[in-house]
């Protein structure tokens, strides 16, 4: 379950950066208006990102902590003594 997050967080890390890139200007404009008018245009794209990070992270933490606070699972008895549980025949002391 751990590596599946972490494969997890890695994909949406490569994903936020690439859709966060999109609003860098790339480029310089030459007016006033240009600017204004890339800078109101990439906004929304900004925020997007900004609410997809902020869900992750609130989505990763709530995981995390019930990753962290459930009962672990012990599936066998553990020995308490004795003979090994793989001895040999004719071994015993």
Same mark, same amino acid.
């Given at each position: 379950m751990l590596k599946a997050l972490a494969v997890l967080r890695t994909v949406f890390l490569v994903f /936020?950066?690439?859709?966060a890139l999109r609003v860098l200007p790339w480029g310089w404009?030459? #007016?006033?208006?240009?600017?204004f008018a890339r800078c109101t245009a990439t906004r929304a794209i900004a925020i997007q990102a900004a609410w997809m990070? /902020?869900?992750?992270?609130?989505?990763?933490t709530l995981l995390s902590w019930w990753l962290a #606070?459930?009962?672990?699972?012990l599936h066998e008895e553990?020995?308490?003594?004795?003979e090994p549980p793989?001895?040999?025949p004719g071994h015993r002391s």
């Amino acid at each position: 379950m751990l590596k599946a997050l972490a494969v997890l967080r890695t994909v949406f890390l490569v994903f /936020i950066v690439g859709y966060a890139l999109r609003v860098l200007p790339w480029g310089w404009s030459r #007016t006033f208006d240009e600017e204004f008018a890339r800078c109101t245009a990439t906004r929304a794209i900004a925020i997007q990102a900004a609410w997809m990070a /902020i869900a992750w992270i609130a989505l990763d933490t709530l995981l995390s902590w019930w990753l962290a #606070t459930r009962a672990p699972k012990l599936h066998e008895e553990i020995p308490r003594g004795g003979e090994p549980p793989f001895a040999p025949p004719g071994h015993r002391s």
